[in-house]
C-alpha cells in the first residue's frame, strides 16, 4: 500500500525568508500525482501545486516550488518570499494514475514570523 | 463554477446517538466523491468514496456509513456514535479520473464532538 510521511511536524520561518517542507513517499507504480495541500486556520483545504510524476521538471506555481527526486521518492515543497498568509498546515498527498482518492501525509504546521 | 457545501458546519452529539452529515455539489455531473475525516494531529484519513449513486467503497472499518441517493449528494451516517467519532468531516469531490493530475475539492467541513 502506498504511504505518504511528512517527518516536520513543525516549521517555522520569517517573513520574506525561504522554507522548504519535507515529503517523501512510498510506492511500487510508476505513473502517479503528487501534490500539496495547504489548510489555513480556517481548515478550507486549498491545492497549492501539483506534479506529474512522469514530468522531470520540477513544478512551479509563483512562489511555491517542488523539488520532485523520482529515485528518491521525495517530493518537497520550497516557498520563496514567505509570508504571513503562508502561516497553516501543509498536506503532502499522493494518487496513483488510475486512484480514486489521495493519501495525506500526516502534515506540517507552518508558522511565519514578523 | 463548481461549489460545494457541507452542513451543519458544527455539531455536538452525545454518546450512542445517531448522525448524519450532508454533502452537495454543485455546478458538476457524475464526480467522484469523498468522505475523509481529519483527526487532531493526524492527516486526513479516508472513510468512504463513490463513483456513482448507490455506488460506495468503505476505506475503514468502522461504524460510519456511507450513501449517495442522487448524483451530487453524498451522505455520512452513523446509527449510534462514539467518543472516538469526533473529529473534523471533510467532503470532497473530484471530476472523472483519467484526464491527469484532476484537482479534488473540499468542502468547509464539518467539526464534530462526541461528548
Known amino acids: 500500500a502506498q504511504t505518504v510521511t511528512q517527518s516536520q511536524p513543525e516549521m517555522s520561518v520569517q517573513e520574506a525568508e525561504t522554507v522548504t517542507l519535507s515529503c517523501t513517499y512510498d510506492?511500487?507504480?510508476?505513473?502517479?500525482?503528487l501534490f500539496w495541500y495547504k489548510q489555513p486556520p480556517s481548515r478550507q483545504m486549498i491545492l497549492v501545486i501539483r506534479?506529474?510524476?512522469?514530468?522531470?521538471q520540477n513544478a512551479t506555481e509563483n512562489r511555491f516550488s517542488v523539488n520532485f527526486q523520482k529515485a528518491a521518492k521525495s517530493f518537497s515543497l520550497k516557498i520563496s518570499d514567505s509570508q504571513l498568509g503562508d502561516a497553516a498546515m501543509y498536506f503532502c498527498?499522493?494518487?496513483?494514475?488510475?486512484?480514486?482518492?489521495?493519501?495525506f501525509g500526516k502534515g506540517t504546521t507552518l508558522s511565519v514570523s514578523s | 463554477s463548481q461549489t460545494i457545501h457541507q452542513w451543519p458546519a458544527t455539531l455536538v452529539q452525545p454518546v450512542g446517538s445517531p448522525l448524519s452529515l450532508e454533502c452537495t455539489v454543485e455546478?458538476?455531473?457524475?464526480?467522484?466523491l469523498y468522505w475523509y475525516r481529519q483527526a487532531a494531529g493526524r492527516g486526513l484519513q479516508l472513510l468512504f468514496y463513490?463513483?456513482?449513486?448507490?455506488?460506495i467503497s468503505s476505506e475503514v472499518p468502522q461504524n460510519l456509513s456511507a450513501s449517495r441517493p442522487q448524483d451530487r449528494q453524498f451522505i455520512l451516517s452513523s446509527k449510534k456514535l462514539l467518543l472516538s467519532d469526533s473529529g473534523f468531516y471533510l467532503c470532497?469531490?473530484?471530476?472523472?479520473?483519467?484526464?491527469?493530475?484532476?484537482?479534488?475539492?473540499f468542502g468547509p467541513g464539518t467539526r464534530l464532538t462526541v461528548l
Open positions: 470532497a469531490w473530484i471530476a472523472k479520473v483519467g484526464a491527469g493530475p484532476n484537482e479534488q475539492f
Open positions: 510506492t511500487s507504480e510508476s505513473d502517479y500525482y
Open positions: 506534479q506529474e510524476a512522469y514530468k522531470q
Open positions: 498527498a499522493y494518487r496513483n494514475q488510475a486512484g480514486t482518492a489521495l493519501i
Open positions: 455546478g458538476t455531473s457524475n464526480p467522484n
Open positions: 463513490s463513483v456513482g449513486i448507490g455506488q
